[in-house]
């Protein structure tokens, strides 16, 4: 097989794999051509300029994705938002004394707001701050809103000692968090839910993309500081803010996606929500969970994604994914910005446009699927969708389990490909290394379930594991930012080869 620097590919069209199976070729090799034919592929629109939208909030900062408006995964309704999966309401256990529990009775009278997601974490951050007398937000301009606006109106509210500017210093931010997250953490003294007596630190760093001259206070200090000292000190009480990935102009410098870099990084938690509610529900785990979190907000759904927001105080849990979509025949594990386009994808397998030349690759492509398979002639594929919603540790149990189910797997980020977020899954479903709960009693009683279940889902593999992630380039290039993420082109050309192999 021949080899092809990521780089070329980004100037060329795909190349045809070389292969003795035929079908196993790139299905849209042509995709430049193929994608100018349909009307469903999503570019950055430019900021919206109607004066009534502009009048009613800031102008969008970080550009749109107009597809995701109109996308079957937000919660369009009170009664969808209520019913999410997993939420866990503040006064549960104040509903479970009064014998109120049930999930009627817990939704009964509880309020839902239309927002989108920057609105929803600002009303995160107000929850938290009006909760906990010892939580501070901070940051480089976050006193005045921030530059996507999520702090909007907290240091009026709650006061400019407890929601203040820094100095431009990523290292800086993080560092003073640990040390107020730290003071006097000595654990079974704790006043604040097991976590320590330490305060609740609530750092932004402006763009992900410039998180790195923290990144020795978080994998050096922070993600250490609870086992180095045998238990008796933590910073559970550090949040760590930061708009990340691509939002089809930001070059170099504010596109990055740099969650892979801390895969390795045991002791921290990192976490990537898809929507607004979702957005709200993970942060407020992130602030009160007794381990320091990185807190990664894709910057395009800031103002893009759009639905309705319970206004309460509730959770939703850390380390748990979320099937989106069921299915049975294959299995794509994605998160952030990137469901969307995973969900267009998929719409594009089963609705390709009439007349185009995804129609007929797909056509030719799920011919080669029903002979393989033994599938009649008008039977499609049913994918199931996997958000992980945290990336470290991330729900390798419930990726298993979908694996056993569908026997493929494809897995999409924005992120480098290399060492990235998707390798390390791949390289866990075959391996059978990795564990994902920090709990030993809980792996001492998963260990025998896991193996076994990694051993099904390898020896049960139709078609080896593939990766759609970012080029290995120097950053996403300007020019080039619409070729380096992987849109839902790529990903129907992956779903594509793994049919049909």
Partial sequence: ??????????????????????????????????????????????????????????????????????????????????????????????????????????TAGRETRKMNMYQAIRDALSIALSTDDSAIVFGEDVAFGGVFRCTLGLAEEYGRERVFNTPLTEQGVVGFGIGYASMGSKLGDSTLGGRGMGGTAIAEIQFADYIWPAFDQLLNEASKFRYRSGGQFNVGGLTVRCPTMAVGHGGLYHSQSPEGFFMGAGGLKVVIPRSPLQAKGLLLSAIRDPNPVVFMEPKILYRSAVEQVPTSDYTLPLGRAEILTTGSDLTVVTYGTSVYRCEQAIHLLTHPPQGS????????????????TGKNVSSSPSIELVDLRTILPYDLPL?????????RLLIVHEGPTTGGVGMQIAGDVVSGLALTTSNPQEKISIGEDMRRMRKEAFLGLEAPVKVIGGWDTPGVALQYEKFYIPDEVRILDGLLELLAY
């Fill in 1 to 106: 097989m021949r080899n092809i620097s990521p780089l070329s590919r980004l100037t060329t069209t795909t190349t045809r794999r070389t292969s003795q199976i035929p079908r196993t070729q790139s299905w849209l090799s042509d995709w430049r051509h193929i994608s100018s034919s349909s009307s469903t592929r999503s570019t950055a629109a430019a900021p919206n300029t109607d004066s009534t939208a502009s009048a009613l909030e800031p102008p969008p900062a970080g550009g749109h994705l107009p597809s995701i408006s109109s996308s079957a995964l937000l919660k369009h309704t009170r009664e969808q938002s209520l019913k999410t999966p997993g939420i866990l309401w503040a006064d549960a256990e104040l509903d479970e004394a009064r014998g109120t529990s049930s999930l009627s009775s817990a």
């Fill in 357 to 372: 030349g995804i129609e007929r690759t797909v056509k030719d492509a799920l011919g080669d699927w029903r002979r393989g």
């Fill in 399 to 407: 990726v298993l389990r979908s694996l056993s189910k569908t026997h």
